[in-house]
């Protein structure tokens, strides 16, 4: 399914900066809560941001006050600005988006390495 279409991933040095986006289909139809998620070699798939349809953000302690989630609605798009990257951030990034069930984005990678 190519209903999520990610990109903005790369790789980038500590200190460095990524702007993730997630372009959702509107065959999805009604969107509610969207996020971000990510998964690092060897470990479990965590939730980054989220951002309600009233705009309302929540974050994992990690990346607060160094990554802002925001979303643009008349383009169905879901953004993750990446500042202050550190090596610990290097993961696959996953877009999710809930409506009449979850659906994923394909990942991209968000490598962090001097």
């Known amino acids: 399914q190519g209903e999520l279409e990610e990109s903005g991933g790369g790789l980038v040095q500590p200190g460095g900066s990524l702007r993730l986006s997630c372009a959702a289909s509107?065959?999805?139809?009604?969107?509610?809560?969207m996020g971000w998620y990510r998964q690092a070699p060897g470990k479990q798939r965590e939730l980054v941001a989220a951002?309600?349809?009233?705009?309302?953000?929540s974050y994992v302690d990690s990346v607060k006050g160094r990554f802002t989630i925001s979303r643009d609605n008349a383009k169905n798009t879901v953004y993750l600005q990446m500042n202050g990257l550190k090596p610990e951030d290097t993961a696959v990034y996953y877009c999710?988006?809930?409506?009449?069930?979850?659906?994923w984005g394909q990942g991209t990678q968000v490598t962090v390495s001097s």
């Open positions: 951002i309600s349809t009233g705009g309302i953000t």
């Open positions: 509107r065959s999805i139809g009604s969107v509610n809560t």
């Open positions: 999710n988006v809930r409506s009449w069930r979850n659906f």
